[in-house]
């Protein structure tokens, strides 16, 4: 395991400090705000400490409040059912007394039911890809720390990166191959969390991909809104997946964005959806808004 891998499952070790409450808590590293993805994921391993009987299967979560990078994160577990084939659990995120991130799981015991799926695309396969820190190189000093600090996950995109190539690429779609940087233990609750903590890293490029905006420069407002996932079967996080996503619409300064984990055997293993926030800055929002 990577150093900064064991920094991510540390991160998702959380504290127990009372029944049902959780603490979570943060990487040393300088964010304006917490990561998405991690508070999705703390917040999934916090609904997972509490049962005992089947696996997560679904995930719905809003994003309220920026959270706080300089202190700890309570995570309030209600279990709301256990019933003998589904579990649900309703999960709040807190910090300083006011809540910044809810979500509802839904844990299911495996079933047999009809089969079918998607076919997974055809792409490249990711040994033949550059990793991302060798396509960002000549970006090194714009980066800065971001580009010589260690990173968790390891990802290979197919093509170009939408929000380091600049200009405009009329095609919302983006494919990556992405997989935890180290080899994880066996647990699957873990592999679920570390996919959710994925998931958020360039699942919202793609709905900015089609337009003249760029992270640099800070003529928009971007943000996740929510974050959905739906675990279809056994996967593990610390291999191979590929990571297909679109975004289908943006419209009213939100734009919606889709993905698909296919692992290498073409298995389709997760869907995800989000909405997230872009809203124009200086000029262009004066004029949206007359």
Not at 180 to 186: I, R, S
């Amino acid at each position: 395991m990577s150093e900064a891998l064991d920094q991510l499952v540390h991160l998702l070790d959380l504290e127990p400090i009372e029944v049902n409450i959780f603490r979570g808590i943060q990487p040393e590293e300088e964010r304006q705000r917490v990561f998405g993805g991690q508070v999705a994921a703390q917040g999934l391993m916090a609904a997972g400490r509490t049962v005992t009987t089947g696996r997560v299967h679904s995930l719905h979560s809003y994003f309220l409040r920026p959270g706080d990078p300089e202190v700890p994160i309570l995570y309030e577990v209600d279990r709301i059912r256990d019933g003998r084939s589904f579990a649900t659990r309703r999960v709040v995120a807190i910090q300083h007394g006011e809540a910044i991130f809810n979500m509802s799981a839904s844990f299911h015991v495996d079933e047999i039911g009809p089969v079918h799926q998607l076919p997974m695309p055809e792409v490249p396969d990711p040994e033949t890809l550059p990793t991302l820190i060798e396509r960002l190189k000549e970006w090194k000093d714009a980066l800065n720390s971001w580009y010589d600090r260690p990173h968790p996950i390891d990802l290979r995109y197919i093509g170009a990166i939408s929000w380091a190539a600049g200009g405009r690429d009329p095609d919302p779609r983006q494919r990556l191959w992405l997989r935890a940087d180290g080899k994880l233990p066996d647990d699957p609750l873990l592999h679920a969390c570390v996919a959710a903590y994925a998931s958020d890293l360039s699942l919202y490029d793609t709905i900015i991909k089609p337009h003249e905006i760029s992270w640099e420069g800070a003529t928009f407002m971007g943000a996740s809104l929510d974050h959905c996932m739906w675990f279809h079967q056994d996967f593990r996080a610390d291999e191979w997946l590929l990571f297909d996503t679109d975004s289908p619409i943006a419209t009213g300064a939100r734009g919606l964005a889709r993905g698909f984990f296919f692992d290498r055997p073409g298995r389709l293993v997760i869907s995800v959806a989000q909405e997230g926030l872009v809203r124009f800055l200086g000029p262009q929002s004066a004029q949206s808004a007359g």
